[in-house]
Each structure stands twice: as C-alpha cells, then as structure tokens.
Nanobody
Framework: QVQLVESGGGLVQAGGSLRLSCAAS????????MGWFRQAPGKEREFVAA????????YYADAVKGRFTISRDNAKNTLYLQMNSLRPEDTAVYYC?????????????????WGRGTQVSVSS
C-alpha cells in the first residue's frame, strides 16, 4: 500500500514558478514509477510528467516540456514537480500517482495509487 500527499500548490502570476511536492509512504518508493497528472475545470485529467523506477527515465507531456521538471528524493520518499514559466492554461488540480508498472507511464489507468491533489492557479 502506498499513500501519497501533495503540497505546494497556490496562486501565482503568469511567468512565475511553483514547486509541488508529493510525500509517499512505504518502503518501495524507489521501485515505483511516479507521475504527475492534472485536471482543469471542465476537462479530463491528463498526463503531465513521469519518473521511472530509481529515477532512471523521465517523460513529459508536450505542453510542459522545457518548463516543468520532475525529480525525486529517494532518501525523503518525495517526488517533486518544478514548474517554471507558468501560464494561465496550467491552472488545474495536480495529482501525484504511483505504479509498479514500468510501461504505459503516460497512461493514468496504469497507476494504482493517487493523492488527493493540490490546486494550482495561474493568473494572467
């Protein structure tokens, strides 16, 4: 069982930065693929970024590539999402997720464990 708790969301102006954190319970953090997804009002939840087991590989949605960076601190069992050059269209609830799979890392139905989300709002 893995429990995930996100933090770090808030309100920021366009062009600003935020860093999201996801604290994970359990001893198998390093062996899990960890991902970030987001859901904007009136839209379906979408993939943002993922980090493979042991942080070996990273994946990004085209919409955030070059602006967002996913990383993990295995000693702290914590996943991060550094978000720079934020845009109003980045406004959404951001969710942390975990899976034992090493494939389908961009597919939300591959993820077994989810946090409750943290709100990110970007004003123009």
């Amino acid at each position: 069982q893995v429990q995930l708790v996100e933090s770090g969301g808030g309100l920021v102006q366009a062009g600003g930065s935020l860093r999201l954190s996801c604290a994970a319970s359990g001893r198998t953090f390093t062996t899990y693929t960890m991902g970030w997804f987001r859901q904007a009002p009136g839209k379906e939840r979408e993939f943002v970024a993922a980090n493979g087991p042991f942080g070996a590989r990273t994946y990004y949605a085209d919409a955030v590539k070059g602006r967002f960076t996913i990383s993990r601190d295995n000693a702290k069992n914590t996943l991060y999402l550094q978000m720079n050059s934020l845009r109003p269209e980045d406004t959404a609830v951001y969710y942390c997720a975990a899976t034992a799979e090493i494939t389908r890392t961009t597919m939300q139905n591959a993820y077994n464990y989810w946090g409750r989300g943290t709100q990110v709002s970007v004003s123009s």
